[in-house]
């Protein structure tokens, strides 16, 4: 039962943080002032098409923590936001992450304990 009450709970404050990282996301406007692939305030990734739903991904984080190689197609991936991966170089981590497939890119909502 403790178990059935953690994952719920896990599962709610994931739901919780992808709809305020999408809110703020949606909140800095639409426009294309600002050019392909630059960074706003928060870190998050704007470019001019829109990043699509959040994904789950498993795989391992480069040694230098910006490249990301995900399991399921070892297709690889450049961070736009590797402090959030400090401190796990060179390690298996599940993340939720907002793909970018035109430039290659991920930005990493939330890092989960693998599976």
Do not use: W
């Not at 639409?30 to 994904?55: D, Y």
């Amino acid at each position: 039962m403790k178990v059935l009450l953690g994952v719920l709970l896990a599962v709610a404050l994931s739901m919780a943080a992808l709809v305020q990282s999408q809110d703020q996301s949606g909140s800095q406007g639409q426009s294309g002032s600002q050019p392909q692939g630059s960074q706003t305030q928060s870190g998050q990734m704007q470019s001019g098409s829109s990043n699509g739903p959040a994904q789950n991904m498993s795989g391992t984080v480069s040694h230098n923590g910006s490249n990301f190689t995900n399991d399921k197609n070892s297709h690889k991936y450049k961070v736009d936001n590797p402090e959030t991966l400090r401190g796990r170089e060179d390690q298996h981590v599940a993340l939720i992450v907002q793909v970018d497939p035109d430039n290659n890119v991920i930005h990493v909502v939330q890092i989960e304990p693998p599976q």
